[in-house]
């Protein structure tokens, strides 16, 4: 009997061929890694051109002055709008600027060198608001309000000169949720942060493109483009506790109840005056029963807030 032989693939056959190479686990998570990345550059790019286009930020001939603190929010703010300029259908210009308000321990290389290195317009304007500040305020007060209204005008003026239309801050969700219940529980108004306003001396627009993007965002996104970040604790200014209190609150919301804080930022865009008590913001003096059956309108007797689906109930989670 002759005997059959199996013939097998080249590769095999010969040692000289080295066989495919296998993935370790370290290439698989280092691709993982880059996948989330890219995913993360994806959503901030997506939330901040929703939001531009929701409340018409940038317009077309638009020269935009992004102001750069150093700080994680300014430089992903700057960093995805080179970006959306790269792709928007419209043209609009972008200057950063800093303004180095010569706080101890500055490092006023820092700023020059990255931008620079990006190839993008950039101002420093150079004021020292830090000793007018320690000059007025005394030792152990809070600084944060004067030093803010001193950093505003002078930015005003920057944007008057270096002929910028819109002003944009990198305020994030989480700022803007931390405002409202700063503003309810200790200045007794509703209240938040704009994404668009006028600024107070009614020359200036000024955006919060990031509004949209939650702090984890920006926090992550920071680490992964390695941003050169500048402390904010420069001047040795405690940080404003109450917003501290309100920062962890908020945390503590979400990880027990996951949804509660999108639906808060959710229900700043869904106002139903008629529904509050603000006499200047609804004519409740001059409202009258016309007869006429209004869908939309209250149910005269219904106590419970939210409607519960024809189903069932939804189980509450205990406080």
């Given at each position: ?15 000289a ?19 989330e990345?890219?995913?993360l ?6 939330l ?7 409340f ?19 430089y ?16 609009f ?14 490092p ?72 409202f ?18 600024s107070?001396?009614?020359?200036h627009?000024?955006?919060?493109p990031?509004?949209?993007v ?20 420069l ?28 639906n ?56």
């Open positions: 009997m002759n005997e059959v032989t199996m013939a097998r693939p080249a590769d095999v056959l010969d040692p061929v080295p066989a495919p190479a296998v993935p370790d686990a370290a290439d698989k998570k280092a691709d993982k890694q880059a996948y990345n890219n995913k550059h994806k959503r901030l790019c997506r901040v051109g929703q939001a531009i286009g929701d018409n930020m940038i317009e077309d001939g638009d020269k935009v002055m992004v102001c750069l603190s150093g700080g994680k929010d300014s992903a703010l700057l960093d995805i709008l080179m970006t959306l300029r790269e792709r928007a259908p419209i043209h210009d972008i200057v950063a600027v800093n303004l180095d308000q010569k706080q101890p321990n500055f006023p290389e820092v700023l020059p060198a990255y931008l620079t290195k990006l190839d993008i317009p950039f101002h420093i304007e150079n004021q020292d608001t830090y000793s007018i500040v320690k000059r007025l305020i005394p030792e152990g007060k809070t600084t944060c309000s004067l030093c803010s209204r001193l950093r505003r005008g002078i930015l005003y003026r920057v944007a008057d000169e270096l002929g910028c239309t819109k002003i944009a801050l990198g305020h994030h969700r989480d700022d803007i949720l931390e405002t219940f700063l503003n309810m529980f200790f200045g007794a108004k509703i209240k938040g942060m704009p994404a668009k306003l006028v107070d001396d009614g020359k627009v000024v955006i919060r990031l509004a949209y939650k702090e984890a965002d920006t926090e992550r996104y920071a680490e992964v483009k390695q941003f050169p970040i500048i402390p904010c604790d001047c040795g200014s405690q940080e404003n506790l109450q917003r501290k209190q309100i920062k962890a609150m908020l945390r503590d919301w979400e990880k027990k109840h996951p949804g509660r804080v999108e808060i930022f959710s229900s700043l865009s869904t106002v139903v005056p008629s529904h509050l008590m603000d006499r200047d913001m609804f004519g409740f003096a001059d409202l009258k029963a016309d007869g006429v059956a209004n869908p939309a309108g209250d149910i005269a007797f219904d106590e419970e807030p939210c409607g519960v689906p024809a189903t069932g109930t939804i189980p509450l989670q205990p406080l």
